[in-house]
């Protein structure tokens, strides 16, 4: 495999997603309805000479081609505008947020990684009524939507039996992890399915294959079968869809973040889009787009590490 070449095509395809999706970003939410004056005029109504000088100010008369060019500039200098509401810095809000976010998902990885692998394997491994059971409670994971239960987790956990609090973030260390665990469960339940769904069928699809006939018959031990020849190639198709999973999780923290009261991103971005606060949206929507393409990006290439076979870039026929 020529792993020069493997590397170079992906940061390539990296940066050109990146490029393409602040295009994408920037004039989609210039042509979105309503009109930022409102936000810039701190809620005053605004006369024509204030609309006048907010429009020159934030260079609002200008061509969308040169504001996007001005705002790519100062994306690559650090300078990411100014909030239209809060009249400070955008990365100022955005980087005490992130961290909290980052945190939440962090943890939901884990639970899902724990959860959604093990149970999978399990599915694939225990006999028929393991796997209908699991199968059972995966199909209801997937079915309900995540507010629904953040809101059931709730009213367990933290109103019956009062084991979890219901809001806010904590103040850092065990606390914040305590804080964090409810939220976190409630956002990992849809992927967990997802994750144990997928490694199921990928461990039933090893477990068939000749190769793993071949050691049986060689009379290797069963848990040398399984390590070597049946979950390492099961790995890179689990790793391809984690990743994915991960990425979507950044995008997918709002509704749990609105629900239990976290300040992460994504209930800044929520809040961002309600009051057109566009320099905010825009930083956020490009950092999750950023997220999605090089966690992608690194599960290719961690895949291609595990087995060279599921990638061809640089092979001789």
Do not use: C
């Not at 992927?191 to 050691?215: G, K, M, N, P």
């Amino acid at each position: 495999m020529n792993w020069t070449r493997l590397l170079l095509g992906r940061i390539g395809g990296l940066l050109l997603t990146l490029l393409l999706s602040s295009v994408v970003i920037f004039s989609a939410l210039l042509l979105t309805p309503g009109d930022p004056i409102a936000a810039l005029a701190g809620g005053a109504k605004p006369t024509p000479e204030l609309i006048t000088q907010i429009r020159a100010e934030y260079d609002l008369d200008d061509p969308i081609w040169m504001r996007y060019l001005k705002w790519l500039g100062g994306v690559f200098t650090g300078d990411f505008g100014r909030s239209f509401v809060y009249k400070t810095d955008v990365i100022n809000l955005v980087a005490p947020r992130f961290g909290i976010t980052l945190q939440l998902v962090l943890l939901t990885v884990l639970i899902i990684l724990v959860a959604g692998v093990g149970s999978g394997i399990l599915a694939a491994t225990r006999g028929p009524a393991v796997d209908r059971a699991i199968g059972v409670l995966t199909a209801l994971g997937m079915a309900l939507p995540g507010f629904v239960v953040a809101i059931l987790l709730i009213w367990i956990f933290a109103k019956s039996l009062g084991w979890f609090p219901v809001y806010g973030e904590g103040t850092g260390g065990w606390t914040r992890v305590w804080h964090l665990l409810l939220p976190a469960a409630s956002l990992a339940v849809m992927f967990i399915a997802y994750i144990s769904r997928v490694t199921r069928s990928a461990i039933v699809a090893q477990l068939h294959s000749e190769h793993v006939d071949t050691a049986r018959v060689r009379g290797i031990p069963r848990t040398r079968i399984f390590g070597v020849h049946v979950f390492r190639n099961a790995a890179p198709q689990v790793l391809a869809i984690s990743g994915t999973t991960i990425a979507g999780l950044f995008a997918a923290s709002a509704i749990v973040e609105v629900a239990f009261g976290l300040g992460g991103i994504g209930s800044l971005l929520t809040e961002a889009a309600a009051r057109k606060d566009l320099p905010v949206v825009q930083l956020v929507s490009l950092i999750l787009v950023a997220i999605f393409v090089v966690l992608n990006a690194v599960a290719d290439l961690v895949s291609a590490l595990i087995d060279p076979d599921t990638v061809t870039a640089g092979r001789q026929p």
